[in-house]
């Protein structure tokens, strides 16, 4: 069954929030996982796209955001507001403001927020629906 993991950041601001995904993303990569990075538009994945590019100089990883069909190679982390494919759905980070769908296979989704009032609400209902359904939940905060 999935675990959840809540990172709950200081400031209100979205460019911050974004970054520390790039972040998480990046750590991920590194231990090999090809993840999917669940956004809730074309306009939010083409930014985090556009950051996983610049975001730290010498860094690489492999991305491009998902449209429903399936990449050429297993080995790269897609971006999308579309559920995640089968392939992807291991580590899950969700920038969305939904509850996102997953699979058996999902180990481990990565929740991200600012300090707005509006993601936090957010994050509140999905923290809750992720109690209702037996989740393990662990928060991070002071980051």
């Known amino acids: 069954m999935a675990e959840v993991s809540f990172y709950i950041l200081p400031t209100e601001s979205l460019d911050d929030r974004y970054l520390f995904a790039c972040k998480l993303i990046e750590k991920a990569y590194r231990s090999g996982c090809f993840c999917y990075a669940l956004t809730d538009s074309a306009e939010q994945s083409r930014i985090i796209d556009d950051l996983l590019w ?6 690489f990883i492999p991305h491009q955001i ?26 899950l980070f969700n920038l969305s403001s939904r509850y996102p769908d997953f699979g058996a296979q ?16 957010a994050g509140r209902n999905r923290y809750r629906r992720y109690q209702q359904s037996g989740i ?8």
């Open 54 to 59: 610049t975001f730290r100089a010498g860094s």
């Open 66 to 91: 998902y449209t429903g069909e399936q990449p050429d190679t297993e080995q790269v982390i897609l971006i999308g507001s579309l559920d995640a494919p089968e392939h992807w759905q291991k580590i």
């Open 106 to 121: 999902t180990e481990r989704i990565i929740e991200i927020l600012d300090n707005s009032e509006t993601t936090k609400e």
């Open 136 to 143: 393990k939940i662990t928060t991070h905060k002071d980051w």
